[in-house]
């Protein structure tokens, strides 16, 4: 069975930071650009990175660049989001996911175009 997970989330004051994984059984990532996505609630999937199979090709939506960093580790499957300096509207849930190619392709943010979805874990940032 396909299957991405994500670990990492939690609670943390506001200027912290966490590092979320996303790692993938039953098939390679090697293959796939990975979206991340957060979810506020009551709203839909918003995107906030993504990066190509190779990561030479990192993407990030306007609210979180230059605070948020994604990397991949082809060797240990797995896709990490670096998230700095966090603020209280960075609280969601957020979810790892895989695109239908190897490169970050537009509509980069529709959700439509990612066929396997982890089950999300939340974030949270609170003073």
């Known amino acids: 069975q396909l299957q991405l997970v994500e670990s990492g989330g939690g609670w943390t004051q506001p200027g912290g930071s966490l590092r979320l994984s996303c790692g993938a059984s039953?098939?390679?990532?090697?293959?796939?650009?990975i979206g991340w996505f957060r979810q506020f609630p009551g709203k839909a999937r918003e995107g906030v990175s993504c990066?190509?199979?190779?990561?030479?090709?990192?993407l990030y939506a306007d609210a979180v660049k230059g605070r948020f960093t994604v990397s991949r580790d082809n060797a240990k499957n797995t896709v990490y989001l670096y998230m700095n300096d966090l603020k209280p509207e960075d609280t969601a849930v957020y979810y790892c996911a895989a695109q239908h190619f190897p490169v970050c392709t537009h509509p980069v943010w529709d959700t439509a175009g990612y066929g396997t979805w982890g089950q999300g874990t939340q974030v949270t940032v609170s003073s």
């Open positions: 039953g098939f390679s990532l090697d293959y796939y650009a």
């Open positions: 990066i190509s199979s190779s990561d030479k090709m990192t």
